[in-house]
């Protein structure tokens, strides 16, 4: 797909790379990157400490400038779709539904059906999830903060008091 075509010219720490894909007679088409030593969501079952949270927040918000300097829009950042690497930082994976624009004579889109991972899903991508922007991402990073201060499902907009309430 070009989707991932144009993701495997990806290079940045805090993106997870795709090392080989193709496609199979059985299975359809595939992908291998590299092996994480976990999720976020792993990590997110209790409250992470101030400092935790602006460390893992620096990495996502990172690889999100890059994808979105790149001209992809993930669609579904959630913390299973957020790997820590070998190298021991966080990193974006599993573009399943990513969007790509391609600029030329004229602006294509190329877009996989879907809306995304409920909870952390930015409200206007469940209305018309083809026509989001990059805010749409930046909300689901946002749900992911929530998610960490408060080590549970993002499912309102309450926070727990604390610094990081106000963001």
């Known amino acids: 797909s070009r989707e991932l075509e144009v993701m495997a010219r990806l290079s940045d720490p805090h993106v997870i790379p795709v090392l080989a894909s193709g496609t199979d007679e059985r299975l359809g088409l595939w992908y291998a990157m590299p092996l994480a ?36 829009l993930h669609r579904d950042l959630k913390p299973a779709n957020v790997l820590r690497t070998q190298a021991g930082n966080w990193a974006i994976a599993d573009f399943g539904l990513a969007r790509t624009v391609i600029e030329s004579d004229l602006r294509m889109t190329s877009t996989t059906e879907g809306f995304g991972s409920m909870f952390y899903v930015a409200p206007e991508q469940w209305r018309d999830a083809k026509h989001v922007d990059e805010r749409a991402d930046v909300f689901s990073a946002g749900k992911i903060m929530q998610a960490l201060v408060s080590a549970a499902v993002p499912a309102d907009d309450l926070v727990p008091p604390g610094r990081l309430q106000a963001v």
């Open 37 to 72: 030593l976990g999720s976020l969501a792993d990590s997110a079952t209790q409250p992470m400490d101030i400092g935790e949270v602006v460390d893992v927040m620096r990495d996502i918000c990172a690889g999100l400038m890059y994808i979105h300097q790149e001209g992809i």
